[in-house]
């Protein structure tokens, strides 16, 4: 069973914390799928201890998604150490993760994010600064490497478990490769065996037999799901049920989607207002609809959307017309 520090959770099956998607409204729908774990979007050091109202809202943890990790970046040791501090002090997350994989220029460009897997040493200096000024459980997520020349996972895993980090997620891509090409799991195995603290794999996890392949072939203690998860937490939910049982959970229905569609859309206006909650929620609409034939149409339709009311009705009667082409296909 997944441990990080005093905090066990009740399956290995991890939310990633990806950036633009993972606030409370998405978490708490994940969660509610069983994730044992979910992980907030990053937040910037300095705009935490700018304090600005945005960064303020990225903080916002709803207690029904406990436990849950709350992720912070940045470059230089004294601003993190801070912002590490407010967090600790300020939020109820019960962890603190710190973001050592964002290939993004503009982060890496601050010496942040990725930029961090060219030196171990920084790591150490980084990682113990914080563990040093924090009560939560300090954890890390990494890149394999920044790219195929230069790749420390190894070093840099051993880097955090001397700092006292409670546990390591690493992605096997490097910061080059971004989104593209085949996550190595070899990469992953290895760092498993070179630590002891928990290491949590990420990376090409795109059904639930490839979360138990990756637990069976690497060792790790926990499986972080992403992409797979975006419009599909039930993603999340299949991984769970195959873990402990070996049988796949049905797929969803599209009614079973647009209604947690909905919810979401509702979520994220409570946390952020129907105007910026309806145009956020396109995107999420797109990855709802992503399996669905003959979306297009609604596609284009919803991001045109203004209002909950269009919105909704736009989801309602997409889902009444491919249940009645359903329906006739069945009857023939």
Sequence with gaps: MLQIGDIK???????????????????????????????????????????????????????REKPMSLQIFGGEKET????????????????IDINMGCPVPKITKCDAGAKWLLDPNKIYEMVSAVVDAVDKPVTVKMRMGWDEDHIFAIENARAVERAGGKAVA??????????????????????????????IGNGDVKTPQDAKRMIDETGVDGVMIGRAALGNPWMIYRTVQYLKTGELAPEPTVREKMDICKLHLDRLIDLKGENVAVREMRKHAAWYLKSVRGNAIVRNEINQCETRESFVTLVDNFTEEVEAKQKDSQAI
């Design 80 to 95: 993190l150490v801070e912002a590490a501090q407010f967090v600790d002090k300020n939020t109820t997350a019960d962890i």
């Design 9 to 63: 959770f009740d399956n290995p099956v991890v939310l990633a914390p990806m950036a633009g998607v993972c606030n409370a409204a998405f978490r708490l729908t994940v969660k509610e799928f069983g994730a044992g774990l979910v992980c907030a979007e990053m937040v910037s050091d300095k705009a935490i201890l700018y304090k600005n109202a945005r960064t303020m809202g990225m903080l916002h943890i709803d207690p």
């Design 170 to 199: 690493l992605h096997g891509r490097t910061r080059v490769q971004m989104y593209e090409g085949t996550a190595n799991w070899d990469i992953i195995r290895d760092v498993k065996q070179a630590v002891s603290i928990p290491v």
